[in-house]
């Protein structure tokens, strides 16, 4: 999150989905000076022509313009208003509209779509042999901090004791997406994890490792989904001037770990 | 902690000191299958001649005599009885009365002494040149990795605020030595470690990391002392087969972070 | 919390005050069917003569007019549109404008102003000769549970040991009042407060009773400033039908606890 | 566990049952200054004739003779070694071995037996018409302080959202028997209890309150047995100059609560 020196040109950015994360993620993306909000893609034609900034009450100079794709497609979108990043936060099927043409002119795919089925996943692996392409299924730095450190301890100690806990308000139904993910990265089955539901929790994940004589907690709590636009701008910083090919978070963390 | 098969010899310990630090990692030798105590080397003339298992009310055939350095000096004992590793919690003058008896014996030299001075510490580089050397000043598996995660995660995110909460038993004086240890890693001033002292708390030390939208916590509880022990079991594992050398708990974690 | 019987009228409620807290207690009464939000009466002319629930995006069919102090006097707004409640999430100055006029008409004032002074707080006694009149300085429920319940601990076992955590975002300068309160309630010094400042942690409060041989921590949590919005509603349903005097959320908890 | 003024005689204490919980217990009441340990009665005939302080190597002039039921009924025992309270830490029996000659004797009962039929309860009752018989499944202050604040907070706001966690050593079998009372006592189905079972975790009861916008917590850690001693000391304080009646630990509390 550190600032791009004057003299280079900020990166473009486009954004695919404009629900509630979309928002979140446009907001903090018009508030980062290291990005340029070029535009919002999404389905529906209402805010067609308004702008971001306006639209969310933030201060900003950048185009922002919410288009809709009914009346534009994303060749078109791409070459009246190139951009050089697009940030995926529609659906499953979005990739499949932008992916090609996006490929072709070189520029990089950030997708943080959570339910790709496998034929999504291998059109990925496709596009990533002519550019950037990255997914996270949870884009947030501080899980996949904890995937990451997790994964390591496991590997130290791999008679270790784990248990997940994991808290959210009272209407979320069925297992964390996000706890699940950590159990299987773990080769463990879903049996440890523990569900907690009341009132208006937004998000805690914490993972326990049990010793004979000493306990080990990683913990994450979310604050609010703006924590997915600071993941987006982490991903984009770090795949700054890398090569085609597909990157996970974990690919991004590693080097990090690896040189302490 | 897993167990060498049985067909190779296990690896024999000497143990110098035996406070209740000593005793408790005593007490885990003894227990681990993996390693045979043959003796304690203590100033005290207590206990003399007395067996540690016997002392502690553990089973075990291991020998575990009780020796003082009032009767016997380090290379008598090391003629006498020799160990492929010595264990040292007796305090910063220990090293100066074994090391060089080891060294020229090749016998691998685990330190976890807390408070060396800085010729204590060159002697422990000198002795490296010839044998396998480790020193922790806290030789616990959770508390080191906590400080290995919490560096990688400072390199990720070097702005993040980053706060260490550390709470210990009322009589504790001063700030824990562990949290200046975690603070000085991260290159943080002391002031960012708040001291809670109350009741019987064993030991819990929280890192505290603030991103605008989320916060990841490490923690590490103590339950008992014995987790020392664990400690020393983990690194002498790791250690084996090691060439002569200066290592320390960050050089054997460090390969399991970079090939996660 | 529970919504009265439908042959009931429902309770008017005025809000004086319309600031970040004051719009979010306005945006909680709007959505409690129990009551009914007349109007909010501000200093500022801005979005005068418009819809409280209009203007927050919440459906609604309670008048909700957004009234300005600039134009109306209280005694002519309670009269064109009386109330039975007035709320107070305005300044400490607030009072001494609607408070005898409210106290003549018999309209129960809950205050929630922190930073009272000792002639703010004797008016408020005065009222309560008339009328009944509660004030906190912190009116979300669990905040004051924790305050209860902390007390009910100490005299249980005035020798054990209290240490409070805070935790706020980073921008927060100073102590926070709310633990100032606490320590002050359980007659301890200032100095058992350790105030953890890190990224945007939105408000924690942790109370920890060290025993000998275990620990007891009361630890809240706030998710957002909506809190103070279902503490006013808890206040106003525990008011009804109480005689005129001077209530703290003491007096009101006090009930709860005693009949176990 | 203020101390009485030297000029009142100690109460003398016989403690039955001395299992590992019966030492903690001896070794707190030999160390605090307001009781006087007489007797240990146990089944065993192992470590008769020894004296508890020498056994615990604990510094007392206490007598705290071990003696054998084999040996000795409690009647003689009563008649050559009077005391004022009996402590039962044996098995769902005992009570019914002392029971009736402590009644007879006006000799107070506190009983920690966890695992009552309805025929001992009811045996106890009867024992109530003549002495101050005194029953807690879970004798440590913490976890009945939280059993009644719990309770509280549950009569202010009956909608809250309730979860329980709870955190043991990976061997412990089944659901925790303190969350199941934890559970029973508010009402609630044993669904809310989660179960965390990790390495060495002495003992953890965590209750989360989940509110709309905010999130309160009672937690209680255990740090060793030793804690049950403390409860057995608070309760016979507390039980001094009272009439003969049944007592439980939320009497003994409630008038703290009461009066805040």
């Known amino acids: 999150m550190t600032q791009p020196k004057p003299s280079k040109p900020k990166p473009r950015v486009g954004l695919v989905g404009f629900g509630r994360t979309g928002k979140a993620v446009a907001s903090v993306i018009l508030q980062n000076k290291g990005f340029s909000l070029e535009w919002v893609l999404r389905q529906s034609l209402l805010l067609e022509n308004r ?11 950048e185009p922002g313009r919410i288009i809709s794709t009914v009346h534009t497609t994303p060749a078109e979108l791409l070459d009246r208003h190139p951009v ?62 904890l995937l990451f450190a997790a994964k390591s301890l496991k590997k130290i100690v791999p008679w270790v004791d784990i248990q997940i806990i994991e808290e959210h308000f009272k209407g979320k139904e069925g297992v964390s997406g996000t706890a699940v993910k950590i159990a299987e990265s773990l080769k463990l089955e879903k049996s440890v ?21 000493q306990t080990v907690r990683l913990v994450h709590e979310s604050i609010s989904r703006e924590a997915f636009g600071n993941g987006v ?19 991004i963390l590693m080097p990090y770990f690896a040189s302490n």
């Open 51 to 61: 702008q971001v900034h306006e639209y969310l009450g933030v201060k900003s100079k």
């Open 84 to 145: 050089d990043i697009i940030i995926d936060f529609s659906s499953r099927s979005g990739i499949h509209t932008y992916g090609e043409v996006a490929a072709e002119r070189g520029v990089t795919i950030i997708s943080a779509i959570s339910h790709y089925r496998d034929e999504d996943i291998a059109l990925l692996h496709r596009l990533a042999e002519r550019t950037v392409t990255f997914w996270s299924p949870n884009i947030t730095l501080g899980v996949n901090y």
């Open 193 to 213: 994890i523990n569900s907690v539901r009341a009132g208006g929790i937004v998000g805690k994940h914490e993972i326990v490792f049990g010793f004979p004589y």
């Open 233 to 251: 701008v982490f991903v984009a910083e770090n795949l700054e001037g890398k090569p085609a090919g597909f990157y996970t978070f974990e690919s």
